[in-house]
């Protein structure tokens, strides 16, 4: 048996809000829209991770999602200029991640990060 990928499923009230941040901060597709759900996806191949935490680093809360991006500033930028809450601004963390938080338009939080 082996898990061939893993699926976050945040709740939303309105999921065509989700376009916006999704698409336009993070270049995901809609691969899937049946109105009451929409699917985002990246054509990048990545393998299925799933972590459990009883906070998010360095004292922070517990993001919703994380999300690894090529580049972190260009996408902190991205955020900034289209005003969105940032609860953790960016912080290059001891463990080898420059990183983010990001609230999405459902109060999720989400962390952005790069392997530096």
Do not use: C
């Amino acid at each position: 048996m082996a898990v061939r990928r893993i699926v976050a499923n945040l709740k939303a009230t309105d999921p065509a809000l989700a376009r916006t941040f999704y698409e336009e901060l993070l270049d995901l597709k809609v691969v899937m829209d049946h109105g009451w759900i929409l699917t985002f996806a990246s054509d990048t191949i990545s393998k299925p991770e799933l972590s459990v935490a009883s906070e998010g680093g360095s004292g922070t809360p517990l993001p919703a999602l994380s999300i690894e991006v090529d580049d972190v500033d260009q996408v902190y930028l991205k955020a900034k200029a289209a005003g969105l809450e940032i609860p953790y601004d960016i912080t290059d963390e001891p463990w080898g991640v420059r990183r983010f938080y990001v609230r999405d338009p459902y109060g999720n939080i989400v962390n952005i990060l790069s392997h530096v």
